[in-house]
Nanobody, 125 residues
Framework: VQLQASGGGLVQAGGSLRLSCAAS???????TAWFRQAPGKEREGVSC????????VYTDSVRGRFTISRDNAKNTVYLQMNSLKPEDTAIYFC????????????????????WGQGTQVTVSS
């Protein structure tokens, strides 16, 4: 599976962006996720989402502002980001995995098999 992330950019604080991650070569796995990595920091799990839609997890810092979704017909997963803050500035990566894992593990980068190339999100104050 090849993942292609897009939709990043420069936005003012309080603004919105929608990231997309399109899969090719095969269908999106059962579990998809978004991670981010800010300069000098470790990669952080932002949100994960199961194909069934039953399981959706957000890290505390984005809950209520970000929404993950997927369109199975388009083989694409999205991250709608609202009320953006300067601390959201990072490179955002999408990831997928063929088989689901417990919610407690789905923001662990080690469980994912496929990764997109990353898209830069910069939020100015």
């Amino acid at each position: 599976v090849q993942l292609q992330a897009s939709g990043g950019g420069l936005v003012q604080a309080g603004g919105s962006l929608r990231l997309s991650c399109a899969a090719s070569g095969s269908s999106l796995g059962s579990l998809t996720a978004w991670f981010r990595q800010a300069p000098g920091k470790e990669r952080e799990g932002v949100s994960c989402h199961s194909r069934s839609g039953i399981s959706t997890v957000y890290t505390d810092s984005v809950r209520g502002r970000f929404t993950i979704s997927r369109d199975n017909a388009k083989n694409t997963v999205y991250l709608q980001m609202n009320s953006l803050k300067p601390e959201d500035t990072a490179i955002y990566f999408c990831a997928s995995r063929a088989v689901g894992v417990p919610n407690s593990a789905c923001l662990n980068s080690n469980v994912y098999d496929y990764w997109g190339q990353g898209t830069q999100v910069t939020v100015s104050s």
